[in-house]
């Protein structure tokens, strides 16, 4: 409803549905986690990943409800800190997602970026041969806490205080959850705070080091890299290409002649023309928000909060083409191309995962079981299969397993929908020879990314 034509009213009542649906789902999901943990229930993975992606994808996901309030986010990693670890990184996700989620709960509400910082900063604190022990803290520049309310904050069902909750909504589960994974983990979490001058929340827990080997991260230790952005997203850049990048506040500001640059960082609001001026030929990387309009810009461009990932991409696109100013990265908002198959019992649903890719300019076919499924695809060539999980008769896995063995479908992207967010789970379609996953309910933005990995642009009109 929210992608059709809707007159004013329309719009803010179906956006109050929709983030009503969504915070109850968090609620669900939030009283789910802890009934298991009360049972018992909870397991923990083990296997080895990057914390840097981690925090990234969590910042990711924040970042539209961090820039509705004018918030900045970013982090830092301590060289110390290994690149790749071992342990639950699902769970340790969650951890990070709460506190970050909290920080941004209890902070901003200004004009972007005049909301302030919620940073996260990650430090080895200790190490064996096996083990790191390693300290996340966020920090936000929101209401605080005094003494009393610090007591209460990581009890179940007990949010800072009432009027908070009525302010700031939730259960206060999110914390006590936190809490107990923490623990399960071996770890602490804490907080300081003093009312008005915002939170620091931190845990501590020990996480393998990897069983594997992995590739160091690239080395650009050589680059002379300007940057001109915002403290936050500033010191974010910083943190992952190295402490020799240069910060500065303004255009004026005397450093950005003192030498040659292989390359500046720069925010999309720059006076960018009198900055190429002083830059002479320097390549410029433009840093925007993902709903800032860069409008008819040349430069490479990386949205915030950035991701190593990105910039690693945008050095190498720089390093290939030299000096010469390089073709935009085209608007990542355009439709997709491609015939795609949707296997799904439910209704609903199906209607949503029709519209959903239907709105995303492919076409689809829709079939309510795995059987039908197999029929389908025997007859038509599909670019991709949306494959629900649970459904009766042949379900999504087993689907799936014979679509593996058939020629025709033995490439095909077949990406699971699943109600499922337990443990081993993505593990289970990947298993059953799916090739990505994606959980319901399913937002257009997730879906539009997603889809986007496996299928080409739309052709232009
Ligand atoms: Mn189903």
Redo the contacts with the bound molecule.
Sequence with gaps: MLATRLDREQLELAQTVHRSAASLLDLLNDILDFSKMNAGKLEFANSDFRLREVIEDVLDILSSRALEKGLDIGYTIHPAVPEWLSGDQGRLRQVIMNLVGNAIKFSGSAPWPNGGDVRVRVERVGYTETESTIAVSVTDQGVGLDESVRQLLFQPFTQADSSNARRFGGTGLGLAISRQLVEAMSGEIGVNSEPGKGARFWFRIQLGNPAGTHPPPPGLSSWEILILDTPCSAETIRGILGPKCVMVQSVDDPEIESRSWDVAFVHAQADLAELRKRLRGTPIVLVFNKNESIGESTEIAVTRPVRAGRLVEALARIQAVGAAPAPASPPRTGGLAGHVLIA???PVNQMLAVKLVTNLGLTADVVSDGNAALAAARIKNYDLILM?C??PGLDGYECTRVLREKPATIGTPIVAMTANAMKGDRDRCLAAGMTDYISKPVSSERLRELLARYLPAAEPL
């Design positions: 799904e019992d439910n629900d649970q459904m």
